[in-house]
């Protein structure tokens, strides 16, 4: 499966942004979905994720909130809505597919075996 992320941008403080996540190749069905952020001279950590049903959702406390991960299986896309953005939200953003697990939604980077290539997101004060 090929992910791949879009939607990045410069904004201001407060302004908001959504990310996409679209695959190709595979069907994103059954797997759970993260979201992750890099930013410079940091780890990447995890950001949102949600169960193959869009039932379950679970958030990083630095987001909960303020962003809303949704998805849509008959388009085979993720969705990342990002509001009240804040200049410590600048990162790269990665989508990620966790293949083994669609129901538990995991917040290790080892745990997703498919990701996405990235969407830079700069937030300006």
Do not use: H
Not at 11 to 37: N, P
Not at 43 to 58: C, H, L, M, P
Not at 92 to 120: F, N, P
């Amino acid at each position: 499966v090929q992910l791949q992320a879009s939607g990045g941008g410069l904004v201001q403080s407060g302004d908001s942004l959504r990310l996409a996540c679209a695959a190709s190749g595979r069907t994103l069905r059954s797997y759970a979905m993260g979201w992750f952020r890099q930013a410079p001279g940091k780890e990447r950590e995890f950001v949102a994720g949600i169960s193959w049903d869009g039932i379950t959702t679970y958030y990083a406390d630095s987001v909960k909130g303020r962003f809303t991960i949704s998805r849509d299986n008959a388009r085979n896309t993720v969705y990342l809505e990002m509001n009240s953005l804040k200049p410590e939200d600048t990162a790269v953003y990665y989508c990620a597919a966790d293949l083994y697990d669609g129901v538990r939604i995991k917040t290790y980077v080892r745990s997703y075996e498919y990701w996405g290539q990235g969407t830079q997101v700069t937030v300006s004060s």
